[in-house]
């Protein structure tokens, strides 16, 4: 349809027909499905049915039966507006990829638009038309559940994680939805749904970047976040909402809340009343109100009273429009839906080997002293809670069922074509601490030459509203590998977790650990594979391993401070005194960004600049050579890292500004190459400008954060 058939069919709308039309609660609250995902607490007042049924959008509908009745009686009932359904497709429909925060560690954009465009196709057939995803809220506090969801603490690479899964979602037919905007994972303490206090540089060097960047790839939605930020809720901040994300950024989609927040503005105490909920949410521009009943209850009056125009409601509900004309739902309302397709092309074998590539590239290997990889002949025993447990893929899982799922024992005895000895030992669950069945999977595992312990977080325990305040590995799972270390057999962890888990107590009885994250579907089959060297592991880290919960949050874009600790010692174990520390513990994370390593060796060497001043509108190349010294081939994630030293406003240790990804067979060298120029350098000085200052650069290059390769250069006005 055309703008002004558009603004015709908002004409002819009665006001409540437009709160409706700005209004969204799930399906499944007039159209009751006992399956439907629920993804928040009910707060939709006394609107009548009869009116949902009128609501231009809706979420969370069960399956593409209920989507095509709900159409259909909609129709029966004369409206014939199209009915937009929204999901959170996070990471995969029914066949289930590997947490988001887990395939960022792939460092593989066209993998992570594959997985993404698969997700897109069995949804778009099952009925829905858009997903809230990609979640690209900066996060570097492993306390917070929703750490899962996200691309990681590195600006940079996670606005790229965010931009392959919106290439991902257009390529497979549906629409996205940029979330949290803005700065929902600064949540302080990394308890769920807390405050939030981001100075305006933290807010344009790190928070802000991630969803600027997805900008990129055209996404239809953005959401605005629970989020108390520096005192307002979100929507109180238009020079957020309006002036940054409209009119600088020129965004001109759909803004929709997230779920209740809107009304929510009453219990952080920005608003008294429902009403003056409504009055801030659509001053600033906030399109749809998800699950919370303000816009219906209260923009008519507020139109009628003149408190604020309807013209402002109308550029709301044409937004609206125009996002379903987008996806032809006036020439197609039905769209994609099409339960005959879902039917074919649902968790097919082509899915499972694809989400099963996902999760090896997504694992990282951070500890092995050759214990890895497995020899088929090798007398094993898979010990602890996650060795044959199908609850292995993740929350956000949409509509991925865990009994779908290939457990470690099916992917190893799949592989090995025998059966294997495996106890569980104990849960993997929170507040689970029995013991009683400890002594029988030791008394198992002493009969192996080499013990797989599978332990770590249960999906359940990680995602939205999952924060925790200790985030070790349990205690009882703790004296289950501490009961195995004393066989004194090689001992490999295999380890869950939806975050970067705290494993310093249990690290030194491993002689190896892969950390698995939540895998999806073909978890079983993938671990399987890297167990026994069928996948080389090649994943790195997005984010830093704590040594211990009050290190929180602990991440390695840092500053030197003007006491900066040279021996990265406790105090009381011999770190510098009257330095930046703790008496008690290390500065340094356990395994940094970055870490991962592989069952080839890549060696650094001659990291050479091809000059040591860069003039401005100049480039200069940086060339190392990178050799896999080892004897399997494997592929590397070759990280470029920069350090302006001085700085009008200081700068972090290291940025990252470039990786490339190589395959190396085994003895073969590369030479790799990064380009600096003066945009490379730019940041935002102390006068605002978003400019590079002449002085003296680092730039680094490695494998990880920490272990890098090193040298100077001087940016310099002239030639
Ligand atoms: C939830 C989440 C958000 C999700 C929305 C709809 O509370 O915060 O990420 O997209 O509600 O389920």
Redesign the pocket.
């Known amino acids: 349809m055309e703008e002004k058939d558009l603004k015709q069919l908002v004409a002819a709308m009665s006001l409540e027909e437009k709160a409706l039309q700005l209004t969204q609660f799930p399906v499944y609250e007039w159209e009751g499905h006992a399956s439907a995902?629920v993804?928040?607490m009910s707060n939709y007042g006394n609107i009548s049915c009869d009116d949902l049924w009128k609501s231009g959008t809706t979420?969370?509908a069960p399956d593409g039966e209920t989507v095509l009745s709900v159409r259909r009686r909609r129709r029966e009932k004369g409206i014939d507006d199209p009915f937009l359904v929204?999901?959170?497709v996070i990471h995969g429909y029914r066949t289930i990829y590997p947490v988001p925060v887990a395939m960022a560690c792939s460092f593989h954009t066209e993998l992570i638009e594959d997985c993404a465009c698969l997700a897109a196709t069995e949804a778009k057939y099952d009925g829905v038309d858009l997903t809230?995803?990609p979640?690209v809220d900066l996060v570097r506090d492993a306390r917070w559940g929703r750490v899962m969801?996200s691309g990681g603490e590195d600006p940079y690479w996670s606005g790229e994680v965010g931009k392959a899964m919106i290439r991902g979602y257009h390529r497979g037919g549906i629409a996205c939805?940029v979330?949290?905007f803005a700065g929902y994972g600064a949540a302080e303490a990394g308890r769920e749904y807390n405050t939030t206090d981001i100075s305006e540089r933290n807010l344009r060097e790190y928070y802000l970047p991630t969803y600027r960047a997805c900008l990129e790839e055209d996404p239809e939605m953005f959401?605005s976040?629970?989020n108390l930020l520096n005192g307002k809720p979100i929507l109180g901040h238009k020079e957020i909402v309006v002036d940054l994300l409209r009119k600088e950024w020129g965004f001109d989609g759909v803004l929709i809340s997230?779920?209740?927040a809107v009304d929510e503005m009453r219990n952080h105490g920005y608003c008294a009343t429902g009403k003056e909920c409504a009055r801030v949410a659509i001053e600033s521009g906030l399109d749809i109100e998800?699950?919370s009943p303000d816009y219906v209850r209260y923009l008519p009056e507020l139109i009628r009273e003149g408190t604020i125009s309807e013209e402002k409601v109308d550029e709301c509900v044409l937004r609206v429009l125009k996002l379903k004309n987008k996806l032809g739902m006036y020439e197609a309302p039905e769209r994609y839906t099409d339960l005959k397709k879902r039917d074919e092309v649902t968790l097919s074998e082509e899915a499972r080997v694809l989400v099963r590539r996902a999760a090896e590239e997504s694992c990282v290997l951070l500890k092995n002293n050759g214990a890895l990889p497995l020899k088929e002949e090798e007398n094993i025993a898979l010990i602890g809670p996650f060795a044959d447990s199908k609850e292995i893929i993740g929350t956000w899982q949409a509509m991925g069922r865990c009994e779908e799922s290939v457990s470690v024992k099916e992917g190893v005895e799949h592989l090995l074509g025998r059966e294997v000895p495996c106890a569980g030992g104990c849960s993997g669950m929170l507040f689970s601490g029995d013991e009683s069945a400890i002594e029988d999977a030791v008394k198992l595992a002493s009969r192996a030459d080499h013990i797989i312990a599978c332990v770590g977080e249960h999906m359940s325990n990680s995602g939205?509203a999952h924060a925790r305040a200790d985030i070790r590995i349990t205690k009882v799972q703790r004296k289950l590998i501490e009961r195995l270390y004393t066989l004194r057999k090689k001992l490999t962890l295999v380890v869950f977790g939806g975050r970067p888990l705290v494993l310093s107590d249990v690290e030194k009885y491993a002689d190896a650990i892969l950390y698995v994250w939540q895998p999806g579907t073909e978890g079983g089959n993938a671990i399987a594979n890297l167990l026994y060297g069928k996948a080389v592991p090649c994943g790195k880290t997005v984010m830093s391993f704590p040594r211990s919960t009050g290190q929180c949050p602990v991440y390695y874009n840092c500053f030197a401070t003007g006491r900066p600790r040279k021996n990265d010692l406790p105090t009381m174990l011999g770190g510098d005194s009257w330095t930046t520390g703790y008496d008690d513990e290390c500065n340094s994370p356990l395994y940094p960004f970055g870490h991962g390593l592989s069952y080839a060796k890549f060696e650094y060497e001659e990291l050479r600049l091809s000059r040591e001043t860069l003039a401005r509108g100049g480039k200069l190349t940086a060339r190392v050579k990178v050799k896999n010294v080892g004897s399997v081939d494997g592929t590397e994630i070759v990280q470029w890292y920069l350090h302006d030293e001085f700085a009008s406003v200081v700068r972090p240790l290291k940025e990252l500004k470039g990786y490339e990804r190589i395959f190396l067979k085994a003895g073969e060298e590369k030479e790799i190459s990064f380009t600096i120029t003066e945009e490379t350098l730019k940041y935002y000085t102390d006068s605002g400008e978003y400019a590079a200052e002449t002085g003296a650069f680092e730039v680094f290059v490695g494998g990880n954060s920490r272990d890098c390769l090193k040298a100077g250069f001087q940016l310099v006005d002239g030639e």
């Open positions: 995902v993804t928040g979420l969370n929204m999901f959170d809230f995803s979640m969801e939805c979330k949290h959401m976040s629970f997230d779920y209740g998800m699950a939205e």
